[in-house]
């Protein structure tokens, strides 16, 4: 098995769009037959709507630390007093496996956690929902979209 890769979680800066927007667009794709045509631009984003969730949402990155590729992402915010969400938890194929979404989530949870949150959910299709049956994170509204 080969090591894990040194990762660093970081907040994204509007410089990191292309590559969120990249890193969406590679990690999602697989699955756009499960959404309509409006679904998959809003979870796959645009530069626009990928700005406009930076500014409610904190947008994190998984940094490559040996070339500072962004390798991965996830966003969240804190619906209620209890509740964190998550949107767009993506890693790019050829580092899927190597424990990149686990980080990205823990990382978020944690975060969470410090402001109170007591319940993280996240919206998915259903053939994405049994990839979060071993975590603490509520798969909610798992349908087609």
């Keep these: 098995m080969a090591p894990t ?17 990249a890193c969406l667009a590679q990690a999602f794709a697989p699955y756009r037959q499960y959404y309509s045509a409006e679904a998959f631009l809003n979870t796959t984003l645009c530069l626009e ?24 992402t996830v966003a969240y915010n ?14 790019l194929a050829d580092w899927q496996g190597a424990g990149i979404a686990w980080q990205l989530l823990q990382h978020a949870e944690a975060e969470l956690r410090l402001r109170q949150c007591s319940r993280v959910t996240l919206d998915t299709t259903a053939p994405s929902s049994e990839r979060f049956s071993s975590t603490s994170v509520m798969a909610i509204g798992c349908r087609a979209r």
């Design 5 to 21: 890769p040194a990762i660093k979680i970081r907040p994204a800066v509007e410089a990191d769009g292309h590559a969120v927007l």
């Design 49 to 72: 709507t990928l700005k406009y969730r930076m500014k409610n949402m904190l947008v994190l990155v998984a940094v490559n630390q040996s070339d500072g590729l962004i390798v991965g």
């Design 78 to 91: 804190v619906v209620n007093p209890e509740e964190g969400h998550l949107r767009g938890m993506a890693v």
